[in-house]
Each structure stands twice: as C-alpha cells, then as structure tokens.
C-alpha cells in the first residue's frame, strides 16, 4: 500500500529557496530514510512543491509498505521524532492510504 503524508507547514515556515528550508528537509528525509529499516516498509519519496502559491501543500511524503507495518511505523522512533520535532510546524497534514 501507499501511505501518503501531504503538509502545508505554516506561514514564514517553509520557503523552499531559504537556506533553513533545505536544512529542515535534509533533516526530514534523514528521518525518513531510517523508516526503511522497518520491516515492510520499502520505499520512502518525499517531494516538495514547487508552484509557490498560497493555500498549496509544501511537501508530500511517499511511503510504500505492507499494510501491516502502518502500525509499526505509527509507534516507532522515527515517527515519533518527525511528530516531536516538526509538528509544531504544521499548518495541515492529510493522510492518504491506498492500493
């Protein structure tokens, strides 16, 4: 299954051409990317917007895994520190599950 992650970060947040931008997203597929170790996940894409408008989303990340590691990446380290570290940023998050 895919599991989708789509983030508009709020305001003064997030400008893709900023040097504190592409630092926070290197950070963000660094967490990412440790997610891969768990069993069933196997792929992990994270894209960024690049029409800059207002009320667009500003990163999407692209997970693929088993349907039954979605609980296991729900509880694990990585995902706990993506949500301790960057959800204070998050304007709105939609999660999209499909196969």
Excluded: C
């Amino acid at each position: 299954m895919k599991h989708l992650i789509i983030v508009k970060f709020k305001e003064n947040i997030w400008n893709r051409e900023d040097a504190a931008s592409r630092e926070m997203l290197a950070d963000i597929k660094k967490i990412f990317n440790r997610t891969k170790q768990i069993e069933g996940v196997h792929t992990v894409n994270i894209y960024e917007n690049v029409t800059p408008r207002p009320n667009r989303h500003d990163l999407m990340i692209e997970m693929e895994m088993d349907p039954e590691a979605l609980s296991v990446y729900d509880a694990s380290a990585d995902h706990q520190e993506w949500k301790a570290k960057y959800g204070k940023y998050i304007q709105t998050k939609t999660i999209f599950d499909y196969e």
